[in-house]
């Protein structure tokens, strides 16, 4: 069955594409013959016409993808190409507009917008004449002498647009371009760049967004693509065939930012709905992966959630939850990915159902819920298993950090496998599985159980 406003995606080569990306990765060589792979091999397409967005959740590559795109990375493998011709090898035309504003602080904003052109050698005459014709473009005639430390953020944000649109690029790239603004000032910027887009106002023939808030791909973009994580890889690409301007309230934009969530929220899940959509982008080598990724949550937030599905019926529409608390879908996302990893709650459709562990752990009283979650944690995850079990087994019963860091660096860079060691100390501690010593960088059980284990080999 056919999703409203869904159709096959455009993710194979097409001769007329401006930059078409094939077979690209992105690893990172280990001293062992393994390699920490960021990117899986993918084939990808920007063409004429289009507004595309990037979503995934974090640590999927999206900012790694669109570097690699752009030409400021090169990938470990693969070719990207910029009309035809290998991109290292063109003359390209793109520009960036960054979610931190990035602009000079002791530039005017005219001086600001001319930067990109002075750089490439333009006259002085013509670079003002360009510049000030871009800043009326977007709405900033009148703050030509203005510094940024002068101006809101939603201004500063014009300027980064302004300075981005001056050198004409072909394809205008974002990333997370509105994150940082308030909603109000946010939802006008949306707008003013689809107005801009609609009247060919500004002189871009495709635009690439990365961001991570699904509503405001649905909101922009022509096509969108979804990203899986561990490693990177294109889940599903297609074409989006509602009318501007969309209506947030309509049935058709609903079930679409429902489809996407369930993309979003079920990884071990291939995406339906969408016609032909594992026929779509190829994704090679992608590796069996031993330890799950532990989502960056903390257990207050999984009883915090439990708490609020439980009060809600024990079933609620993941994009309603996060409408409810004001959460941005990252940071949602791995706190829905944390209680479903220890079993907590299910994603069916789009929706959170709480299950009967979940129930009972959001009604216990807080000793209870320890030992719940304590039971969860080694049935459902490894490394947590593998600690207690290193534990239980040594002597002394201690473990260094070290030796459960050269197990899980084989499968995440380095960065990251300090943020998983990280969320696994956070977690055991809770469920009091063990202790951690942060000055010896040991693993230690907690004194209680150890006195029961000492108390039980005397026995013996």
Known sequence: MQEAGIQNGTSLSQPDAIIRAEAIEKYYAQPSENRIQVIAATDLSIVPGEIVALLGPSGSGKSTMLRMLTGLSLPSAGRVYWHGRPISEAEINVSIVFQSFALFPWLTVLENVEAPLKARGVP?????????????????????????????????????????????????????????????????????????????????????????????????????????????????????????????????????????????????????????????????????????????????????????????????????????LAFEIDDLLPIVDAAQLLGFLTIEEGDAAITDSGAEFANSEILRQKELFRDAAVENVLLLRQ?????????????????????????????????????????????????????????????ALEEEIAASEDAK
Do not use: C
């Open 387 to 447: 600690i207690r079990r290193a534990l239980e087994a040594k002597s002394d019963h201690t473990v260094p950090e070290e030796f459960f860091l050269d197990m899980i660096d084989e499968q995440f860079s380095e960065e990251e496998s300090q943020r998983q060691m990280e969320t696994a100390i956070t977690w055991g501690r809770y469920a009091e599985l063990f202790d951690f010593d942060a000055g010896r960088r040991r693993f230690v059980m907690p004194d």
């Open 124 to 324: 002085p005459a013509e670079r003002h004449e360009r510049s000030m014709r871009m800043l009326d473009t977007v709405g900033l005639d009148g703050f030509e002498a203005a510094y940024p430390k002068e101006l809101s953020g939603g201004m500063r944000q014009r300027v980064g647009f302004a300075r981005a649109l001056v050198v004409e690029p072909e394809v205008l790239f974002m990333d997370e371009p509105f994150s940082a603004l308030d909603v109000l000032t946010a939802e006008n910027l949306r707008s003013e760049l689809l107005e801009l887009w609609a009247k060919k106002t500004m002189p871009t023939k495709a635009v690439f967004l990365v961001t991570h808030n699904i509503e405001e791909a649905v909101l922009l973009a022509d096509r969108i693509i979804v990203l899986g994580r561990n490693p990177g890889h294109i889940r599903t690409d297609f074409k989006v065939q509602l009318p501007q301007p969309r209506d947030r309230k309509s049935e058709p934009f609903t079930q679409l930012v429902d489809y996407i969530y369930k993309v979003l929220t079920r990884p071990d899940v291939a995406p339906t709905g969408a016609p032909d959509q594992q026929a779509g982008p190829r994704v090679r080598d992608q590796r069996q992966m031993r330890y799950q990724m532990l989502p960056h949550a903390r257990p207050g937030g999984v009883a915090g959630l439990l708490e609020l599905l439980l009060d809600k019926g024990g079933r609620d529409d993941i994009y309603r939850l996060a409408d409810d």
